[in-house]
């Protein structure tokens, strides 16, 4: 336990400094902004912002990015309170009791509620965080390539599982993307795959390229499409704060939330949405009267904004202590390190503990910061919706430009941001999962070598898989999710709430 | 992500046109793999997780295109090929501007170029965003930031 207090306290004396407070601060409100804004999500965004942390050092530039996916969670259900727009796909659910509660003229109690049970949530899973990185670590130090593989094939299924749309689509659109990973030289012979004898594919393909593309341009052309909505009167925000009946209704839910959205956050695949819809559905199945649902119960905010903001948090957990990114946006985060030199692998807690308790204390007071800065800024914020999309989408698009040629002043990196900007756009508009295919093409090369190696050591029988005890348990689990899927229940679930 | 697209699940239109492409995506990775060294289970070579994807991704796309025939019922969703090829576009025109002309003025061309994206561009508007934005980039960019890029003409 002092192991962790002692730990705990490098990562203050880290993360106080005032360039990582001043970090972690910005990285907070460009999360909360883009969050607010409905169109750029936060993989865009860090794919942005990426060539700028180039120039920071790699603690700063970690807690930077780490703010923007949190506070894009606060951002996302302030527009879902207040005008039924939810910025974030995690904060859809919000939408239907918060935005209740704003027309009953419970504006400022509903966005308090999110506010505090954010803060709740944030606290719980960077405890969990801590505690849990640990054992895993040292867990993972037992881990072969066999289990590795496992846990990445648990990953993608899991990926698939949470995916929008059609499950045969969602595998299809894992094997693209672990085709495009395949790209540039073999690590093992050095020959070049795919790279049409381009000398600059011999690196592969980048992620920021990739995700720029599909989750950047190829949203903006599809967001160019549909007819502009910016309608939605927004009422005063009354009173910001909670009476005593509220706040008992309400914190039973923000702790149930975060112990589902922590849950969920840290299986491979999850993230801040599912835990959002598994927290309504847990509330409004087991409450009180669950007919107040959608029409301004307040757990129906509590419950979801707590369980958002933890899965958020938690789903580092996975990246910090195995090295393996369970979303686009942990892999985004992957990504970073690797631009810095600093390979993700269980070895980080003890090879760079300061980078890796700063960031864990660092979304602890990111957390803070957002809960005093975020209340009094709404106003702030609600205007910021009346920037026209035609002011904002060429400067995307700009800025998406400036940041992937500053990379490697690169002609070929822009044409090929475009190339996936229409590749992506073509996929979305066939209903092909993207996030598959993202998660997929980060953990192709990771999962082709430790297969080349598990084969090797088993002198290739692929029992190998079946016959080590984690791996086993891994696959089962992955196993498991399939059959998820014929649940009715499941289905059905699916269906209606699965995004992105 | 923030947005979802309409739900045109039950199309066989876009299965059957998704299971096209995977399949010609597959048969490519196959046909340009053919030329990697296989290897055997124990000692693999460059080319066998090649063929793993290529013939997954083969399979899966004619379980997807057959999927789509079976359904019939063939709407196609509507193309937004205007700004697809205009973003395209101003993307490769701030690639070929930057060096030559420097960030403010391939920031301002390419934010002209992009705008024609919209349904109606409004001139006025248009011209205030480019050369604002313009500014903006080649200032913080340029100067804040100190990227290498050349912030005037060359």
């Keep these: ?500 | 992500m923030t947005t979802q697209p309409e739900s045109t699940a039950e199309s066989g239109f876009t299965d059957a046109a998704a299971g096209i492409l995977f399949l010609m995506l597959g048969v490519t990775a196959l046909w340009i793999g053919s030329a990697y060294e296989a290897g055997n289970a124990t000692d693999m070579g460059p080319g066998y997780f090649p063929r793993l994807i290529g013939g997954a991704l083969v399979v899966f796309g004619i379980a997807t295109l057959g999927r789509g025939l079976l359904r019939g019922s063939w709407i196609a969703p509507a193309w937004a090929l205007r700004p697809l090829i205009i973003l395209s576009v101003a993307f490769l025109v701030f690639g070929l501007a930057v060096e030559r002309l420097g960030l403010f003025i391939a920031g301002v061309l390419t934010v002209l170029v992009a705008s024609f994206a919209q349904r109606q561009p409004r001139p006025l508007p248009v011209a205030v965003t480019a050369l604002g934005l313009g500014a903006f980039c080649a200032v913080l960019f340029g100067y804040v930031l100190n990227l290498s890029l050349p912030v005037w003409p060359r």
């Design chain 1, 1 to 500: 336990m002092s192991e962790l207090w002692n730990a705990l306290a490098v990562g203050l004396s880290v993360a106080v400094t005032l360039p990582n407070l001043g970090a972690c601060l910005l990285g907070a409100l460009i999360g909360t902004l883009i969050g607010v804004l409905p169109g750029i999500g936060p993989v865009a965004t860090m794919a942005m912002l990426l060539p700028i942390t180039f120039y920071l050092p790699p603690t700063t530039a970690l807690i930077m990015l780490a703010g923007i996916y949190y506070g894009a969670q606060y951002g996302g259900s302030t527009t879902a309170i207040l005008m039924r727009l939810p910025g974030e796909s995690s904060s859809v659910v919000t939408c239907l009791d918060g935005y209740a509660m704003a027309q009953q003229g419970r504006a400022g109690t509903a966005l308090a509620t999110a506010a505090l049970s954010s803060f709740f949530a944030g606290t719980v899973a960077t405890l969990i965080v801590a505690l849990f990185s640990l054992p895993l670590t040292a867990m993972a130090q037992s881990f072969g390539p066999a289990e590795y593989f496992s846990l990445m094939v648990l990953g993608l299924v899991a990926a698939v599982i949470f995916a929008h749309g059609s499950p045969l689509k969602a595998v299809a659109m894992i094997f693209v993307g672990l085709l495009f990973g395949l790209v540039g030289a073999d690590v093992n012979t050095g020959i070049d795959r795919y790279t049409f004898g381009l000398p600059e594919l011999r690196d592969g393909i980048g992620f920021v390229v990739v995700s720029m593309g599909v989750f950047g341009i190829a949203e903006i052309i599809a967001n160019l499409e549909r007819p502009e909505r910016r309608d939605g009167a927004v009422g005063t925000v009354s009173r910001l704060w909670l009476s005593l009946p509220e706040f008992r209704a309400a914190w039973p839910a923000a702790a149930r939330g975060s112990a589902i959205g922590s849950l969920l956050g840290v299986l491979p695949g999850g993230g801040a949405m599912l835990g959002s819809f598994a927290s309504y559905a847990l509330e409004k199945r087991f409450g009180r009267e669950p007919e107040r649902f959608g029409r301004g119960a307040i757990e129906g905010v509590a419950g979801p904004e707590a369980a958002n903001n933890a899965g958020a948090q938690a789903s580092f957990i996975p990246m910090l202590a195995l090295g393996i990114p369970g979303n686009v946006v942990m892999a985004m985060m992957a990504g970073a390190m690797l631009i810095h030199g600093i390979a993700p692998s269980p070895t980080l807690a003890t090879a760079r503990p300061e980078l890796f308790w700063g960031l864990i204390v660092s979304m602890w007071l990111g957390n803070l910061m957002l809960l005093v800065i975020n209340l009094p800024l709404i106003g702030l914020w609600v205007r910021l919706l009346k920037i026209p999309y035609a002011v904002l989408f060429p400067a995307i698009l700009l800025f998406c430009a400036i940041g992937i040629y500053s990379v490697n002043t690169s002609f070929i990196d822009l044409v090929l941001v475009a190339g996936f900007g229409a590749l992506g756009y073509v996929f979305l508009k066939l209903d092909c999962p993207l996030a598959p295919m993202a998660l997929a093409f980060v953990l192709g090369p990771m999962m082709e070598e430790n297969l080349r190696r598990a084969m090797l050591l088993a002198r290739g029988d692929p029992m190998v898989f079946l016959t080590k005890p984690i791996s086993l348990t891994l696959l089962v689990a992955a196993a498991g999710l399939f059959v998820l899927l014929l649940v009715p229940a499941f289905r059905q679930a699916r269906e209606s709430t699965a995004a992105g």
